[in-house]
């Protein structure tokens, strides 16, 4: 990555790369964290963080649902689109009323989490697609047979109700 200094020998980066010097970091962090937790309390540690992600990503945007009036599939989809992180890179196969598909080609979570070999604390992040779009409104269904993070091309995330 390029990055300039400024006048004062400081570099400067770029959102993208500042955005992932912070993913890079969570990544080492938590998995580094998980995997002294495992090591003492064995699978079972894996399960309860698995669970506390998830449920505490559900909790972290529950009070930004309650602010959003529409529960369309529509206004789900645009929340997720203007959450994702900048270095996403996707498209919408199809945009329906009651069926959105999305294909993400890269995902900066799945990037470190497979460089420093950690993809099963990564996924954490995929798994909490479903429980986040039943949060926002449980008419909301979620499927998603491939992921980056588990080594497939892209990740094909299905909405629908």
């Known amino acids: 990555m390029k990055r300039t200094a400024t ?3 400081k570099l400067q980066r770029t959102p993208e790369e500042a955005e992932n010097s912070l993913i890079d970091l969570f990544a080492i962090v938590y998995s580094g964290t998980l995997d002294q937790m495992i090591e003492k309390y064995g699978k079972k540690a894996f399960n309860i963080a698995r669970k506390g992600f998830i449920d505490s ?9 309650t602010k959003i009036k529409d529960k369309s599939l529509e206004a789900y989809i645009e929340w997720l689109l203007s959450a ?4 996403h890179r996707y498209e919408i196969i199809e945009n329906e009323d009651d069926s959105v598909r999305l294909r993400f080609t890269h995902c900066p979570w799945a ?5 420093i070999g950690k993809p099963k604390i990564g996924k954490f992040f995929c798994d909490t697609d479903g429980p986040l779009a039943a949060a926002f409104n449980n008419k909301i269904k979620f499927k998603i047979t491939k992921t980056l ?13």
């Open 7 to 9: 006048s004062k020998g």
């Open 57 to 65: 990503m559900v909790k972290a945007n529950i009070e930004e649902f």
């Open 84 to 87: 994702i992180t900048a270095g």
């Open 111 to 115: 990037n470190y989490f497979k460089e």
């Open 149 to 161: 993070m588990d080594g497939d091309d892209y990740c094909n995330h299905h909405f629908f109700i």
